[in-house]
């Protein structure tokens, strides 16, 4: 499995995991100039704009620490550069948040050699960070694009 595959797969089980909450998912991978949305979901008067990281647990935890540590200040402006792209392409009144889920996962091969993926742990860290001074979500601003 590819480092994308792998991905798709923590954004899929991401989405099935809101979904079971009562989201709605209202778009994944959505593309602007900044980067891409993960998953952007609806929910309550929210609007969610959901970065999603996955990874193996176990030893890969201990080396590498937990998936949303790799959500670092580059990543996070990005993120919100790109929900505020998807607030200009799609008004709206709901309240726009940033979270975070974390997907951790395990392998294992079966008797015939094919491999399986257990989903170990899935997090969802609501309002994970805050947008910087550098980008808000205010009526003053002007489209990016």
């Avoid at 929900?83 to 948040?97: E, G, I, N, V």
Wanted: aromatic share 14%; proline share 2%; net charge positive.
């Amino acid at each position: 499995m590819t480092s994308k595959e792998f991905g798709n797969f923590g954004e899929s089980v991401a989405c099935g995991y809101l979904v079971r909450k009562g989201y709605k998912i209202a778009a994944r991978n959505y593309y602007v100039r900044y980067g891409e949305l993960d998953i952007v979901a609806e929910k309550d008067g929210v609007i969610a704009f959901i970065e999603v990281k996955t990874r193996y647990g176990g030893k890969s935890l201990q080396y590498y620490g937990r998936p949303a540590s790799a959500v670092d200040t580059h990543k996070q402006n990005a993120v919100a550069r790109s929900a505020k792209q998807y607030l200009f392409d799609h008004p709206t009144k709901l309240s726009p948040r940033l979270d975070v889920i974390e997907v951790t996962v395990s392998n294992h091969f079966d008797t015939n050699g094919h491999l399986w993926y257990f989903i170990d742990d899935v997090n969802h860290i609501e309002n994970a960070f805050l947008a910087s001074s550098r980008v808000r979500f205010g009526r003053s601003d002007q489209r990016l694009l």
